[in-house]
């Protein structure tokens, strides 16, 4: 990628939101095997259990697995919002390991029964490549998904270590041998035709609220590629790329937010009067914005 492409990713918005070229990064890979330490601080933080984070209101939430991933690592982040109030549902996508139009096919299915089952728009929580399944999924259905939170997700463009490159070219490699004849040539890379990618290369729908949440010591992808470039909508927290479905940090912070958005929606259907009732939950939030 160009200086002036990276630039771009980091201030102004580029041509083309979502960088088509794979590049190896240069990450510290050997600090993931910290992410173990950050399950066990998670045990021991009051968060976890609740303690000192918004309640919510039922909403449905839907959270959706990173590169390689199924939603079995996930069980802690599903079964704690259900503990905070809201409704969590699984992906459901399978292994993350796939045609991406096809893993948005799934999680749109996903969508669909939590919307059905619950009513209202659905909030998508996505790690890694979830994150960008999720935020396809907006923009491909912005009237059905209510908010994406992207935890440790490349959107900018797929800059990750060459270890991680290496496994993608595999998957690659097995996807088109597995289903040639029905897949686009250039399946699972930037340039794909395909409606997953040509979501992520356009914007990200005004409508559908978003964050990211960042961590400078990752260790699978650049971080600078996982970022919008917005201190309101950026989160920076301490940790590894793996661990940040266990960072407490990180759930505090998605508890700020799944009740911000909830109460903004409310108060966009109700009366003018009750817009200014409750003081911003995001206020509460422990934030660590993007250092310029």
Known sequence: MSDGATAGALGAAPTMYFHRDERPASVPLWLESMALLEWMFLRASGVYYGCGVR??????????????????????????????????????????????????????????????????????????????LSRAAAARWPERVASVAALGSPFRGLNSHPLVMRMADQIRTRI????????????FTGYCDCDAVRALQSAPPPSVPRIAIYTR????????????????????????????????????????????????????????????????????????????
């Open 217 to 292: 010591t990752d260790g699978v992808t650049d971080w600078r590629f996982c970022i919008d470039g917005d201190p309101d909508t950026d989160f920076e927290v301490g940790g590894t790329h793996v661990g940040l479905v266990f960072n407490a940090e990180v759930y505090r912070v998605l508890a700020a937010h799944l009740a911000a958005v909830d109460r903004e929606a409310k108060a966009a259907a109700a009366p003018s009067s009750a817009a200014a009732s409750e003081p911003g939950a995001l206020d509460s939030a422990p934030r660590r914005r993007q250092r310029r």
């Open 176 to 187: 088109r041998s597995a289903r040639a004849g029905s897949v686009q040539p250039d399946c």
């Open 55 to 132: 309640r919510g209101d039922g909403s449905p939430v839907v959270v959706v697995p990173g590169f390689l991933g199924t939603d079995s690592y996930l069980f802690d982040l599903h079964w704690w919002l259900w503990r905070i109030g809201y409704r969590s549902y699984l992906s459901r996508i399978g292994q993350n390991a796939e045609c991406l139009d096809i893993l948005l096919e799934r999680l749109r299915q996903t969508i669909d029964t939590a919307q059905q089952e619950c009513g209202g728009k659905v909030h998508l929580i996505g790690h890694s490549l979830g994150g960008l």
